[in-house]
Nanobody, 120 residues
Framework: QVQLVESGGGLVQPGGSLRLSCAAS????????MAWYRQAPGKQRELVAAITSGGTTNYADSVKGRFTISRDNAKNTVYLQMNSLKPEDTAVYHC??????????????WGQGTQVTVSS
């Protein structure tokens, strides 16, 4: 069993910053891609940023230049540094990971989510 636990969400004013963390624990052999998604009320879940095990990243156009995804493979943790936050960034942010639990056995896992609210 593998768990993803996010932290770092909260209330911030427009223009502010937050750093989200997501730690994976459990029966982990290795982790491939890790990503952050978000879901605002009444909207579909969307990809915010992703990072491969080798460090290649990609971002949604709406967050390019403002958000940075990174990971610490030794700690099985992925981070999302969010700067210049806007009210439209308000959403529940979910961590996602492709986890190798054994040789040639890979499962996709989701975290429970952390609320980010950008408001004055």
């Amino acid at each position: 069993q593998v768990q993803l636990v996010e932290s770092g969400g909260g209330l911030v004013q427009p223009g502010g910053s937050l750093r989200l963390s997501c730690a994976a624990s459990g029966s982990i052999f290795s982790i491939n891609a890790m990503a952050w998604y978000r879901q605002a009320p009444g909207k579909q879940r969307e990809l915010v940023a992703a990072i491969t095990s080798g460090g290649t990243t990609n971002y949604a156009d709406s967050v390019k230049g403002r958000f940075t995804i990174s990971r610490d493979n030794a700690k099985n943790t992925v981070y999302l540094q969010m700067n210049s936050l806007k009210p439209e960034d308000t959403a529940v942010y979910h961590c996602n990971a492709d986890v190798n639990v054994g040789r040639r056995v890979t499962y996709n896992y989701w975290g429970q989510g952390t609320q980010v609210t950008v408001s004055s």
